[in-house]
């Protein structure tokens, strides 16, 4: 099981409010992603990270935004909640190209719902 | 429009039998495809990954093949099990990418009933 962990796993909060949902890999992987993914639908990349320093948007629009101050910690913030904000976000981290491919490890998730 | 489509949406299949699930691309160039393995709640989990040489993947009683030539793939899964029971996402990246940008599919929810 991959050691990447999200906190919190469930969280219901107001609009208006500003949140922080945390995201922590121990397995010193240099790159990691936030997905967004609405019931029955793809996951859809928001945000990534080639390492410190480096954040960058990814192919979905998103009001996030995320830091990366150190290798294992990749947290997403929301400054204001929205209800159009509630889904599930999931944090992922990859290792070096292996097989000529990037293994994605992924975190359990954190399911938001902004009422 | 999603690069990545998959069949069945959903199946229901009894304990013990064997499914087939597809996944059809159109991601170019192509440089590997993985089939995960989602349960409720939780993150995906990998269970193959395939490069463009490589034709048929086994993982326990997950096999997955590919053609890259017609662009499809399928996940066999043989003598189900109960905890079978997910959504399994094909999940196709481009080459060229240092990212390793993956382009999602929908996913296929599996319920295996005893």
């Given at each position: 099981e991959a050691d990447?962990?999200?906190?919190?796993?469930?969280?219901?909060?107001?609009?208006?409010k500003k949140i922080?949902?945390?995201?922590?890999?121990?397995?010193?992987?240099?790159?990691m992603y936030w997905y967004q993914q609405d019931p029955g639908m793809e996951l859809h990349?928001?945000?990534y990270s080639y390492g410190v320093n480096?954040?960058?948007?990814?192919?979905?629009?998103s009001e996030s935004t995320v830091s990366r101050i150190r290798t294992e910690h990749f947290p997403l913030t929301l400054e204001?909640?929205?209800?159009?904000?509630?889904?599930?976000?999931l944090c992922a981290?990859?290792?070096?190209?292996?097989?000529?491919?990037?293994e994605q490890y992924f975190g359990p998730g954190t399911r938001l719902t902004v009422t | 429009k999603n690069q990545v489509e998959q069949s069945p949406q959903s199946l229901i299949i009894l304990e013990g039998k064997n499914c087939?699930?597809?996944?059809n691309y159109t991601v170019s160039p192509f440089s590997n495809l993985r089939w995960y393995k989602q349960d409720t709640g939780r993150g995906p989990v990998s269970l193959t990954i395939m490069t463009f040489s490589e034709n048929t993947k086994s993982n326990g009683r997950y096999t997955a093949t590919l053609d890259a030539d017609t662009k499809q793939s399928s996940l066999h899964i043989t003598a189900s099990q109960l905890s079978d029971s997910a959504s399994y996402i094909c999940v196709v990246s481009d080459r060229g990418s240092t990212l390793g940008r993956l382009y999602?599919?929908?996913g296929t929810q599996l319920t295996v009933w005893p």
């Open positions: 990447i962990y999200q906190t919190p796993r469930y969280l219901v909060i107001g609009t208006g922080t949902l945390e995201c922590s890999q121990t397995m010193g992987h240099d790159k990349l928001i945000h480096s954040t960058e948007k990814g192919d979905l629009s204001s909640a929205r209800p159009s904000h509630t889904s599930q976000y981290s990859s290792d070096v190209e292996r097989e000529g491919a990037y | 087939t699930l597809q996944c999602f599919g929908r």
